[in-house]
């Protein structure tokens, strides 16, 4: 009798850099039965930003992390937004489409430069993370948003489900030492006090998403008219 070894299939999650894969990059702490593949779409599931996932046509199957974007310190006449075409220009451009505010963006190809911007008083406004106050995105659209950030689940569904969950949980217990852990292993350089401030102020939450399909529509039509 010919005993053949068994294949072990390792679930695999795509994720930017960014706040999603903080729960997941925690969960490492304690988990060793997957692989984080940053910046791809090749994984058994994807994460991504609601918006992104959007526009690449990705089914949002969970809404993972709400709240984090806000208009800081309110939704103003002049608003910095990073990058043209980002998933942050379209979402603050949603806002003002279903608002019907009359605003006037400004870009920068930085983040962090949007403060600069505000000092200066070149802006009255910026779209930016929670680390600071404002007024909540959600909390402007007059639809259900799928979170800030959510997953396109192809496989392994029921483990990707447990992974996450450990990393919230692991951000629960103790903020300050898993900011550190997940700074330490960020493929790209993020102070733990950012990490640890941004995962409190946001509602992290594995939910199934609902109905999405007025956000969906609105995120498309906004995308399609933004030009450089």
Known sequence: MINFPSLIVVMKISTPTGPVAYPLIASTMKRKDFEI???SRDGDVVLDSSVSLVLDNLRVHYSLISRMLVFHPKIGKRIGVWK???????????VMATKRINAEIVYVEQPDEVFKL???GIV???LVTNVVDGEVVEDLLPFYVPGTCGAHVRR???DFLSVYQEGIDLFK???EG???YV???LPVLRASTFIERLMGRSALKVEKAKDYSQFESVVKEVAQSIKP
Do not use: H, Q, Y
């Open 156 to 158: 392994f569904e029921e």
């Open 183 to 185: 700074a330490d292993n």
């Open 173 to 175: 217990e103790d903020p």
């Open 37 to 39: 593949l940053f910046d």
């Open 118 to 120: 505000l000092r200066d």
């Open 84 to 94: 043209m075409g980002s998933a942050s220009d379209v979402i603050a451009r949603a």
């Open 124 to 126: 009255d406004s910026a």
């Open 178 to 180: 898993t900011s550190v």
